[in-house]
């Protein structure tokens, strides 16, 4: 049963807002070496200027500042971006099996780093691979919305299978030229594959953090139209809205921050499209509700999976996508059998 | 005489451009306070004629008038703000409550980042459409008669000079249909509906317009239009035509062909 009352939900949204905060501090402890909260406490607070040195050592504090705070950061980021993506495309496509990867960003992003890997190599220097994806997811969704649109038109029906059929055609094309290619190849574009948190470095965080917010206030603007769209199209121009104008900004608009998103972290499968069930439950289907509590359980989601991720088979990375897709999958089938 | 609420002059309209036209030289006029049924038999182009009116549709020729201004002159949020729409289209399984689609009929008087606005307006219809008690439920829980009533309270509170209906009686129980009308009827609104039954449409509509095969063929008061010959060149079927015997409207009787 979702919350009722505004004050519960003020209520919730505060307390996911803390919990994600704690959650930041806690995380920044796991991994192949522990650092005990009170260190990682004194570090953070030292690395913002309002601390002393304390009994760390150097490797700890690089360790917390420099490797897991942007990769925790990076996580927060990209759980908050995929899940409000995938709670919008719901609503427009009136699809709860939409996502992000639907529109065919998630392999034009692998489809641009085999690219780098095989042929290119670091023409960018370390930015090459994120900057190949970005490409490669840019380009495979505007191949995607260009199949799907008539006559200026985009209509979700086509949009659907047009991002299946381009998705299939571009990965196929990915996969010839790494079964053909270098066998090591493989290896560094499994990343983008499986996603994962491993690029994350402070330098590269101004870029998805000003995506998600301008995401977040695009699509909140957007808000009552994603309402009046879930109810279908006519309900949408008898309540005053251009239909058109509204699905072009929220497909272009997320589109591209899914593409900035797998740039950095790979196509990381199931928070877009599970997130926004578990947040519909928990606050109802209005996305002025919805949407906040989206990024919120987003962001919260994959900061834990992260953990898991790094921990679990230490002092490996497990690739995060792995995990969110066992851990969704397994969620989905509790829920069914549930509501049966 | 005053300037009528809807004007509608030689309306052409084709699904596609270029295409055969569905809907031809269509003329048809609402004035204020005025309840005007559309009949006619499946297919004859009752909805893609209301699509038009509510701007949905855009004409190949002819003008769609709101006021005395023309509609495709003005954007979809202007003319949102002046007819409201009920529909068979629900929301189904996102899960919105019953004041959730309610406050979705202020959209249109709102601006991006606002509040919904005067809650009291959404709180006084659904008081006054019984469903006050029913506000933080899923609309997907109600019942048929009970949807219908909360999309009609989405309508009221986006307090439209013109209501347009698209057979609004469709899955109601007869106590249903006739608490609808009656209500309809009390917004004093001007309302342009389509009816599959002719005897509803007789008993509530001022006036009513035939349409056949994309044509209006027939228009005038419930009296003028329902006659035993209208009945049998448009819908194909023998009915026997006399007076409600509790009320002035004619009553219509299918024969069905022994």
Not at chain 1, 1 to 16: D, E, H, K, Q, T
Not at chain 1, 28 to 39: D, I, N, T, W
Not at chain 1, 57 to 72: D, K, L, T
Not at chain 1, 77 to 98: E, S
């Amino acid at each position: 049963m979702p919350i009722r009352s505004p004050a519960g939900y003020r209520l919730l949204i505060v307390s996911l807002l803390l919990a994600l905060l704690l959650s930041c501090l806690l995380s920044l402890g796991f991994g192949s070496a522990q650092v005990a909260l009170g260190k990682v406490v004194g570090i953070v607070l030292q690395q913002v200027g309002l601390g002393e040195n304390g009994d760390w050592s150097r490797g700890q504090a690089q360790i917390v500042w420099q490797i897991r705070a942007p990769r925790v950061l990076l996580g927060a980021l990209v759980g908050a971006g995929l899940a409000m993506v995938g709670g919008a495309l719901q609503a427009v496509t009136r699809n709860p099996l939409a996502d992000p990867h639907l529109l065919g960003v998630s392999s034009g992003a692998v489809f641009g780093a085999v690219l780098v890997v095989l042929f290119l190599g670091p023409f960018a220097g370390a930015f090459s691979l994120p900057l190949a994806a970005f490409i490669g997811a840019l380009g495979s969704m505007l191949l995607v919305l260009g199949v799907a649109s008539r006559g200026g038109r985009l209509e979700s029906d086509r949009l659907l299978l047009a991002g299946v059929a381009v998705s299939f055609v571009v990965m196929a094309a990915a996969n010839l030229l790494l079964y053909t290619g270098d066998p090591h190849a493989a290896a560094s574009v499994m990343f983008w594959m499986l996603g994962g948190l491993g690029l994350a470095q402070w330098s590269l965080l101004w870029l998805p953090a000003v995506c998600v917010l301008a995401g977040f206030v695009l699509l909140m603007s957007l808000a009552r139209a994603l309402n009046a769209l879930m109810s279908g199209e006519q309900t949408a121009v008898s309540l005053g809205f251009d239909t058109r104008r509204v699905r072009a900004k929220v497909f272009v608009g997320t589109a591209l921050l899914t593409g900035v998103l797998v740039s950095l972290s790979g196509a990381i499968g199931f928070v877009g499209l599970m997130l926004p069930h578990v947040a519909r439950r928990l606050v109802g289907a209005e996305h002025r509700r919805l949407l906040p509590a989206c990024a919120l359980l987003g962001a919260l989601f994959m900061i834990w999976v992260d953990v898991g991720a790094r921990t679990l088979i230490t002092p490996q990375d497990l690739p995060i996508g792995i995990a969110t897709a066992a851990i969704g999958g397994l969620f989905f089938i509790l829920l069914l059998r549930r509501k049966a | 005489m005053s300037c009528p609420t809807l004007h509608i002059q030689g309306l052409h309209w084709s699904p596609h451009s270029g295409g055969q036209p569905l809907l031809e030289g269509i003329d048809l006029q609402i004035g204020a306070g005025e309840f005007v049924g559309l009949i006619g038999p499946n297919g004859s182009g009752k909805t893609s004629l209301l699509r038009c009116a509510y701007r949905f549709n855009r004409p190949s020729a002819g003008q769609v008038h709101l006021d005395g201004e023309d509609i495709w002159q003005r954007n979809p949020r202007w003319v949102a703000q002046r007819i409201a729409v009920m529909l068979q289209e629900f929301p189904e399984d996102f899960g919105l409550n019953v004041r959730d689609v309610v406050a979705m009929g202020r959209t249109p008087h709102l601006g991006w980042f606002e509040g919904d606005g005067e809650p009291s307006l959404i709180d006084d219809t659904l008081a006054r459409l019984d469903l006050l008690p029913r506000a933080l439920d899923a609309f997907v829980c109600l019942s048929g008669g009970e949807k219908q009533r909360v999309l009609l309270a989405r309508a009221l509170v986006q307090q439209p000079r013109l209501l347009i209906l698209d057979e609004p009686t469709n899955h109601l129980d007869p106590r249903f249909q006739l608490a609808l009308l009656q209500q309809l009827r009390n917004t004093g609104l001007s309302l342009l509906a389509s009816f599959h039954d002719l005897n509803l449409a007789a008993a509530f509509c001022d006036r009513l317009y035939v349409i056949d095969a994309g044509r209006i063929v027939a228009h005038g008061t419930p009296e003028h239009v329902l006659t035993e010959q209208c009945l049998a060149e448009v819908f194909g079927v023998q009915a026997l035509v006399d007076r409600h015997p509790l009320a002035s409207h004619p009553r219509i009787t299918w024969i069905s062909p022994a």
